[in-house]
């Protein structure tokens, strides 16, 4: 009998309100998930939500763009472009939209969303910039060197589907 009451307690406790997919209380009530950017020159991702936890990676790309995917009181889950998960304090990151330039070689930056659009510069990935609009197929950057449109599939900091106006 015990057993059962504890298995129905972890149930009720699992399906409440309030509590991010990870199974912790959301403090937020933002969307999950989401992408933030790191706000600080120095950023450590944690095998958990706490500083009693010890640290994964250290982050030097202030702006590096984060899938938020749980959330635990002043710690966000978080995923990064190489496919790593990690905690972060909130008070590190910004709602600020980045994105970070992915693919295999430079990536052209046109004048307009098209492909016969002239190139007014190229980006080398890694490079991380303003993430301004994107549609369907393209997005428009803002670099601290250039600004224009980038095929969609070099960007990373977008859900799947998502539109930015």
């Excluded at 998960?85 to 430079?106: A, E």
């Excluded at 890694?126 to 060197?145: F, K, Q, S």
């Amino acid at each position: 009998m015990r057993r059962f009451l504890v298995a129905v307690v972890a149930l009720v406790a699992a399906a409440a309100p309030g509590h991010a997919q990870d199974g912790g209380p959301r403090s937020t009530g933002q969307p999950l998930p989401r992408f933030v950017s790191l706000s600080a020159d120095v950023v450590n991702m944690r095998t958990g939500p706490g500083e009693q936890h010890p640290v994964l990676w250290v982050y030097r790309r202030n702006g590096l763009p984060v899938k938020v995917i749980g959330e635990f009181y002043q710690w966000r889950k978080v995923l990064d472009h190489e496919g790593d998960v990690g905690w972060i304090k909130s008070n590190l990151l910004s709602n600020r939209r980045k994105l970070l330039v992915v693919g295999q070689g430079p990536v052209d930056i046109k004048r307009n969303a098209a492909i016969e659009a002239r190139v007014v510069a190229q980006a080398e990935p890694g490079v991380i910039g303003d993430l301004e609009t994107c549609d369907t197929a393209w997005c428009l950057i803002d670099l601290e060197t250039a600004e224009g449109w980038i095929p969609r599939d070099h960007v990373w900091g977008l859900l799947e589907g998502e539109k930015l106006d």
